[in-house]
């Protein structure tokens, strides 16, 4: 059974810093491309970083762009998103995607990937 599980994530204050994980179940991750996405109350799902299967490619959104940063040890099945100086307006609930893929490249298009973790939230307030 494939499963993606979140981690992480908690309360922040503004400026602070938070590591999430994305493992995997059931599967490796070594032929996936991986995104992260988020998606506030009333909102729709934004794509915020991705990883190609073989970590020589990333993505980042302009809104996370300079503060976010996606990696990958497939030897641990998993994946992080490293972030910093979190603002008010980062609080959601953030996902991780994957999509097995042959050639090494990823896309921040929620309808290009495949299986989904449950999410973890992720508030930012003083």
């Known amino acids: 059974q494939l499963q993606l599980v979140e981690s992480g994530g908690g309360l922040v204050q503004p400026g602070g810093s938070l590591r999430l994980s994305c493992a995997a179940s059931?599967?490796?991750?070594?032929?996936?491309?991986i995104g992260w996405f988020r998606q506030a109350p009333g909102k729709e799902r934004e794509g915020l970083s991705c990883?190609?299967?073989?970590?020589?490619?990333?993505h980042y959104a302009d809104s996370v762009k300079g503060r976010f940063t996606i990696s990958r040890d497939n030897a641990k099945n998993t994946v992080y998103l490293q972030m910093s100086s979190l603002k008010p307006e980062d609080t959601a609930v953030y996902y991780c995607?994957?999509?097995?893929?042959?050639?090494?490249?990823?896309?921040?298009?929620?309808?290009?990937?495949?299986?989904w973790g449950q999410g973890t939230q992720v508030t930012v307030s003083s």
């Open positions: 059931g599967f490796t991750l070594g032929g996936y491309a």
């Open positions: 990883i190609s299967f073989d970590g020589a490619n990333t």
């Open positions: 995607a994957a999509r097995s893929i042959l050639i090494t490249l990823c896309t921040l298009s929620k309808t290009w990937f495949t299986s």
